[in-house]
């Protein structure tokens, strides 16, 4: 459980009781957004440029990423590899599991919204109108595709590749549909834009908000 202000984490139990708490680096004054990979790890980042991991074990690690702007997104591969996306910049950073930077892909966005990783993908949308897909593999960018929502800020894949995106503002605030064949579809037209953190996609294809 993610808590922003005082900045920390905290385990809990299947019954709800707190087991541990995890204090975020002395200079953070927000935690951007998190992510458990496959062990059980936690990863998160701090608008202080920190990359942190938490082990299921309860081992805390603290990564300065740098930049010259903040973190937004994170994500972990099937590797154990992670993925980082900025507010202020349309790059993306790989970092392996023990924090040492792998690479930096740059896309045609202007700032990084959110981010999710699949078997072979990458998904990052932007603070602009555009997701894009990065191949796990190697890191080519392999298209940049224009939602019919503005910044859409949270991004779900369902098991035959299709992309959903939750627009935040502009005139049209909803969800979009991306087809692998990168053909765009709305969705859903809203009054009022959806949270980033609080929007998922079911099993049945279905937005909650």
Same mark, same amino acid.
């Given at each position: 459980? +993610? ?8 385990? +809990? ?22 992510? *458990? ?54 790059? *993306? ?30 998904? *990052? ?57 990168? *053909? ?26």
């Amino acid at each position: 459980m +993610l808590f922003r202000s005082p900045p920390r984490v905290r385990k +809990l139990s299947a019954a709800g009781a707190v087991s541990a708490t995890f204090n975020a680096p002395s200079n953070t004054s927000g935690i951007a957004a998190m992510t *458990v990979d496959s062990s059980g790890t936690v990863w998160y980042v701090s608008n202080a440029k920190d990359l942190v991991k938490i082990t299921s074990g309860g081992t805390q690690t603290n990564y300065s990423i740098g930049g010259s702007y903040g973190p937004t997104g994170v994500a972990v591969d099937s590797s154990g590899n992670v993925w980082v996306c900025f507010n202020g910049t349309g790059d *993306v950073k790989k970092f392996n599991s023990s924090g040492t930077l792998l690479s930096t892909i740059s896309t045609t966005g202007i700032g990084g919204e959110s981010i999710v990783v699949t078997s072979s993908y990458v998904y *990052v949308g932007d603070m602009s109108t555009t997701v894009s897909r990065i191949a796990v593999a190697d890191g080519t960018v392999t298209n940049n595709w224009a939602t019919l929502t503005y910044e859409p800020r949270y991004i779900a894949v369902d098991a035959d590749g299709n992309v959903y995106t939750s627009g935040f503002s502009g005139p049209n605030k909803g969800v979009s549909k991306i087809t692998p064949a990168g *053909v765009v579809t709305s969705l859903a037209t809203i009054a009022f834009p959806p949270d980033r953190k609080s929007t998922r996609l079911n099993s049945s294809h279905e937005w909650i908000s």
